[in-house]
């Protein structure tokens, strides 16, 4: 019911930044009523959350791996079903795939990052890699 196509992926330097983009198709519902997270893995190691934000219409706050806060930043765009996520400040061990996930409904808090786990809903990844 959801697919997602991941964009904006590429090498910078320590330090640089990248906009990753995420175009949402949904046949059901509507892109507002879905959460929708981004996630990494790196060569080796397991995916990991690094952002998530939930439906539209709540005043949950973002969440953010504790890796990632006041680096990253979630954002979407409902008009035109996208979901960012603006990297600033990247550092090499933020080298890695980048996902997007949607799920249906609320997702907040300590919760969020393990419901998307379980989401049929992801993208293919788009690859970042920071350099030193």
């Known amino acids: 019911q959801v697919q997602v196509v991941e964009s904006g992926g590429g090498s910078v330097q320590s330090g640089g930044s990248l906009r990753l983009s995420c175009a949402a198709s949904v046949s059901e519902y509507t892109y507002s009523e879905y959460s929708m997270a981004w996630f990494r893995q790196a060569p080796g190691k397991e995916r990991e959350g690094v952002a998530a934000?939930?439906?539209?219409?709540?005043?949950?706050?973002?969440t953010y791996a504790d890796s990632v806060k006041g680096r990253f930043t979630i954002s979407r765009d409902n008009a035109k079903n996208t979901l960012y996520l603006q990297m600033n400040s990247l550092k090499p061990e933020d080298t890695a795939k980048y996902f997007c996930?949607?799920?249906?409904?609320?997702?907040?808090?300590?919760?969020?990052?393990?419901?998307?786990?379980?989401?049929?809903?992801w993208g293919q990844g788009t690859q970042v890699t920071v350099s030193s």
């Open positions: 934000m939930s439906v539209d219409f709540t005043d949950f706050t973002p």
């Open positions: 996930a949607a799920t249906y409904g609320v997702c907040t808090g300590p919760w969020c990052f393990p419901l998307f786990q379980k989401s049929p809903y």
